[in-house]
């Protein structure tokens, strides 16, 4: 059974770049397409990016972002990465790491979450 | 963007009721509709995948359909343990999730 695991800094200043790791464990990432999504505190939840296992050059992105966010997979260390850069309050939420059916993008496997804060 | 409206945002219920939640997008989905149920503190879960199919291990009171723009998720006699709240969400184009609906204890 594959298990996701979420890494990164806690808090982050703002304007700078937050960076998340998500490390899986239990499967292959091969087939699979890769996805981050994130919850504001007692908010709901918002979609950030996904990419497919073997192209970095595959990836989509929410259009809310504008274009801050870069999301990688790194098959070698089974490892997917999401950089956001300019952050703001706003940004701070729970960051999930998940994986999506290739067929459908279903969000079928998450990690457990870890809790950005974005603060001075 | 295609955008999903949930409805209610939230509801009280008793054990043992009936609970159906609504689900509304803003374009006509062929399928790639999907229910998740998120507890406090916890990721959310996949219940039902492509409108109505049962994932693996979910309880079978709980059930999925709906077609075109609107979508519902039944649970037949609720439970203790499904006082939660639950999100659908789309990968027909991108990937958006509904607003939520939070199931309480009446």
């Known amino acids: 059974q594959v298990r996701l695991q979420e890494s990164g800094p806690g808090l982050v200043k703002p304007s700078e770049t937050l960076s998340l790791t998500c490390s899986v464990s239990g499967d292959s990432m091969s087939t699979y397409y890769w996805s981050w999504i994130r919850q504001p505190p007692g908010k709901g939840l918002e979609w950030i990016a996904y990419?497919?296992?073997?192209?970095?050059?595959?990836?989509n992105y929410n259009p809310s972002l504008k274009s801050r966010g870069t999301i990688s997979v790194d098959t070698s260390k089974n490892q997917v990465s999401l950089k956001l850069r300019s952050v703001t309050a706003a940004d701070s939420a729970v960051y999930y790491c998940?994986?999506?059916?290739?067929?459908?993008?279903?969000?079928?496997?998450w990690g457990q979450g870890t809790l950005v804060t974005v603060s001075s | 963007d295609v955008q999903l409206t949930q409805s209610p945002s939230s509801l009280s219920a008793s054990v043992g009721d009936r609970v159906t939640i609504t689900c509304r997008s803003s374009?006509?989905?062929?399928?790639?509709l999907n229910w998740f149920q998120q507890k406090p503190g916890k990721a959310p879960k996949l219940l039902i995948f492509d409108i109505s199919s049962l994932q693996s291990g979910v309880p079978s009171r709980f059930s999925g359909s709906g077609s075109g723009t609107d979508f519902t998720l039944t649970i037949s006699s609720l439970q203790p343990e499904d006082f939660a709240t639950y999100y659908c969400q789309q990968s027909y184009s991108l990937l958006t999730f509904g607003g939520g609906t939070k199931v309480g204890i009446k």
């Open positions: 998940a994986r999506l059916w290739p067929q459908t993008l279903t969000p079928e496997s």
């Open positions: 374009l006509s989905l062929t399928s790639y």
């Open positions: 990419i497919y296992y073997n192209d970095n050059g595959s990836a």
